[in-house]
Each structure stands twice: as C-alpha cells, then as structure tokens.
C-alpha cells in the first residue's frame, strides 16, 4: 500500500481538542476526516473502547456498522474562494482503522443521511426528514472498489435510485491505493446534482478520552477523583487512525424545495439485517457529538438511545443516565433538565444564513445551530 504523508496540524490550543487541517480539493472541500487528503500513516498507541467512535460493542454491530461524527457546514466556510451555496454533509464510519489497511463499508447496510427543512430555528426539531439519502455497497471487487447505489427518498416515500453519473460511469468508492486522487461521483437526485465521495480519510475528531471517563468515574463515585490532563500533554486517541468517510456536496436549492428554507435539521443512521432474525432493524444513530459517549454510561443506555433517537421522548433509563452524568460534572437539577432538553431530540440544526460552526450561535432553546465543521473543539465548546 502507499505509505501516504500526513499533513501535520497546528499546535493544540485548549482542552482536549485539537483543530486539524482541511484543504480544498478542486473546489469541494474534502476535509473527509482530519486532513482533507492526508490519511493517517502511523500508528499509535492502543485506542480505549468508548465514545461514539466506539459507543458501545455488541454482537450484532460490526465496526463498519459504527458511526462516528457527523458535520454540516457551508462549504464557503471552509473554502472562501467557492461562491455557492452549497452544504458540506460527512459521515465518518468505522472507528479505529488502521494506517494503510484498506476496510470497507458494509454490503448488507443502509447508510442514511436524513435531512429536514426547518421553519422555525428557535422551534423543537420535528425528527421528520424532507429527504433521506440513502447509500448501498456493493461487495468490493479485485481493485478493493465498491460500488454504490444512492436512494434519494422523499417525505412522501417516493424513491429514486441512482448508481451511474450523468456521463453513465459506475458510483465508486476511492480505494487507499488511489487515496491522493479521490474519486468525486456527480450523482443526479430530483431536484439537482449532488457530489458524492466515499473512502477512508484521517479521523479529524481529538478527544483525550481515556481520561475522560477516570474523571467521569471519579465524579460518579466508581473511581478515584482525578483531573484533566493539560492541553499540552492530552492524549488524542484517534491520532494515526482513520475512518471510513461519506462526504456529499449538496446544493441548498435542493434541499429547498420549493420552500425558502434556510434551516435544516440533519442526523445520521445505520440499518442493517439482524443476524438472529435476518429483519433489518437501526443498528446506529448520531447528531450532535458528546452526548452518548460523554453523558450515558452502561450498554444497554447506549442500545436504547440509539434505537429511539432522534424522537422528542427519551426512555426514563436513558434520561436518568444523562441527568446523573450532568449533576456530576457541577450542573444544577434546573440546568441540568434545561441541557437535557436542549439536546432530544438528537438532531444538527443549521441555519445558513450565519457562519458555520459548532455552537457558534444558540436558538431559544440553547441548541446550536450553526452545524459544525471539521476544526470545531465540541468537547471544550459543550
């Protein structure tokens, strides 16, 4: 395999995150993970099992079936020579992929982007999307390639599935062998043309997690009272690995309609047969970062809260969970509630009309609402 460079970050500045690089690849801004084109190239020291990099194992969810962020940004934020109003959406999957091994995305899966138009930012998400846009694999063939298929499906159930260009060539994943030369698939919806990349590119998420959850424990009193570490010596325990990565370039006249939208709400999941049953059923969710990995504590939480959201109840299990979590990080019973319904149901609200960012700008609720980009410190932010 291609030992590929990685592009070296800028020096961390506070807390547990790290702001990594992303650079524009011939106008759509490619910051698949990390680096934009920079794969992770070492490896590093053993991860810890945790965060929604790793929200949980169990015996009927592989890691190819594991999300682990999503972002949604406008792409001129990220690249101000574009002029557009084009939305940035990524889908990191597979936690933990070791530097130069080629790992692929499920055959038997169905990884959905779901994305609603949003009348109101102040208002509660409605967890209702507009438009799901759904992607299927194939097995990968001899060129470690997998084809895919994309089911753009509407409010109304109405599907249109799309696997060729407009130019008729096969949808295709970027192996790691052609990783400096991603394959960027023009992909024609009702509505308009999407650009659709898929392949492994550098985890850009920094989280000293292992030292996390001994603080998380020793505040719920299941261990020893500790202190986080400082910036110059946190540990980042997705450094030299990658992700396999969806990123889509989506006009904002598409997602319109034939509204003047200039909100959505966006969330992420995964469906895939249950082995024991062959039905499929949601294997996995995600939003907004730092909720189940930082706030829910047991497997079962993590089962639960991935099969209910984004929905405006939360089983009473999971909300305890939660609100124990947050009363032990100092929050008061008011703020601790007022956090809780901040964040269900688990959706990423973007209002278009301001800078993108996460946390750059709170609705009434005290939800964010301007997406959240690659260099974006969430932990520290949240």
Do not use: C
């Not at 038997?108 to 209702?128: E, H, L």
């Not at 599907?159 to 060539?169: F, K, L, Y």
């Not at 024609?188 to 650009?195: A, C, K, M």
């Not at 730092?290 to 089983?315: C, D, H, M, W």
């Amino acid at each position: 395999m291609v030992n590929l460079p990685k592009i070296k970050p800028p020096k961390r500045s506070t807390g547990w995150m790290r702001i990594k690089k992303s650079i524009a690849v011939g106008g759509f801004a490619l910051l698949i993970s990390a680096s934009a084109l920079a794969l992770a190239s070492t490896l590093q020291p053993p991860p810890t099992q945790a965060s929604d990099h790793d929200d949980g194992d169990i015996d009927t969810r592989s890691r190819a079936l594991s999300l682990t962020d999503l972002y949604v940004f406008r792409e001129r934020d990220q690249n101000p020579s574009v002029t557009s109003d084009d939305l940035i959406f990524v889908m990191n999957t597979n936690p933990r992929s070791l530097a130069r091994l080629q790992y692929f995305f499920s055959s038997q899966a169905q990884y959905d982007f779901n994305i609603a138009r949003v009348n109101n930012v102040n208002g509660v998400p409605t967890a209702v999307p507009d438009l799901t846009l759904r992607f299927t694999f194939t097995a990968p063939d001899r060129n470690m390639r997998q084809r895919f298929t994309v089911t753009a499906i509407d409010r109304q159930g109405r599907t249109t599935a799309v696997s060729r260009t407009p130019q008729g060539q096969a949808l295709v994943t970027t192996p790691l062998r052609s990783a400096t030369s991603p394959r960027l698939n023009q992909v024609r919806v009702p509505g308009g043309v999407i650009t659709a990349f898929a392949g492994l590119r550098e985890d850009p998420f920094f989280f000293d997690v292992e030292q996390f959850f001994r603080v998380r424990a020793g505040l719920l009193g299941i261990g020893p009272s500790v202190g986080f570490r400082p910036p110059e010596t946190a540990i980042d325990f997705a450094s030299g690995y990658n992700v396999n990565s969806i990123v889509l370039r989506i006009p904002r006249r598409l997602l319109q309609a034939e509204t003047n939208a200039t909100a959505f709400d966006a969330w992420l999941s995964i469906a895939s047969p249950d082995p024991r049953t062959g039905r499929l059923m949601k294997m996995e969710q995600i939003a907004r970062p730092g909720i189940n990995e930082a706030l829910i504590t047991n497997q079962r939480n993590y089962a639960l809260f991935n099969q209910t959201q984004p929905s405006r109840t939360v089983p009473t299990a999971v909300a305890n969970d939660a609100k124990r979590t947050l009363l032990a990080l100092g929050n008061s019973e008011a703020r601790a509630n007022a956090l809780l319904g901040a964040f269900i149901p688990d959706v990423m609200r973007i209002d278009t009309t301001g800078t993108s960012g996460f946390a750059n700008a709170l609705n009434t609720l005290g939800a964010p609402i301007r997406g959240r980009m690659l260099k974006d410190d969430v932990v520290d932010i949240a």
